[in-house]
């Protein structure tokens, strides 16, 4: 599997962003899809995830109302809406798969436990 997030740039304090993960291959209906962040010399944080069929989803509490993790399994994409974006949102934003981990919920916060990563894509935020 391989992932290309997009969507990043430059946008002022309460602006939104909507990043994009293309996955490739046949797989991409049964792969638990998630968004990680990080800011140099600080550890990669987890953001959102969302399960199969993108009923099940959860989040960071420090985006919780203001991010929305979403797919469309039929074009192969996760997408993370970013509303009222704050200057601390600034990262480069990574999109990750999971085959076989724990799944969408607390256990599936460490990036460890992640099978596929694409590149990332840099969101800066203004204040």
């Known amino acids: 599997v391989q992932l290309q997030a997009s969507g990043g740039g430059l946008v002022q304090a309460g602006d939104s962003l909507r990043l994009s993960c293309a996955a490739s291959?046949?797989?991409?209906?049964?792969?638990?899809m998630g968004w990680f962040r990080q800011v140099p010399g600080k550890e990669r944080e987890f953001v959102a995830s969302?399960?199969?069929?993108?009923?099940?989803?959860y989040y960071d509490g420090s985006v919780k109302g203001r991010f929305t993790i979403s797919r469309v399994n039929a074009r192969n994409t996760a997408y993370l809406q970013m509303n009222s974006l704050k200057p601390e949102d600034t990262a480069l934003y990574y999109c990750?798969?999971?085959?076989?981990?724990?799944?969408?919920?607390?256990?599936?916060?460490?990036?460890?436990?992640?099978?596929?990563w694409g590149r990332g894509t840099q969101v800066t935020v203004s204040s």
């Open positions: 990750a798969a999971d085959r076989s981990g724990p799944g969408v919920g607390p256990s599936g916060t460490r990036d460890t436990s992640w099978d596929y």
């Open positions: 969302i399960g199969w069929s993108g009923s099940s989803t």
């Open positions: 291959g046949r797989t991409f209906s049964r792969l638990v």
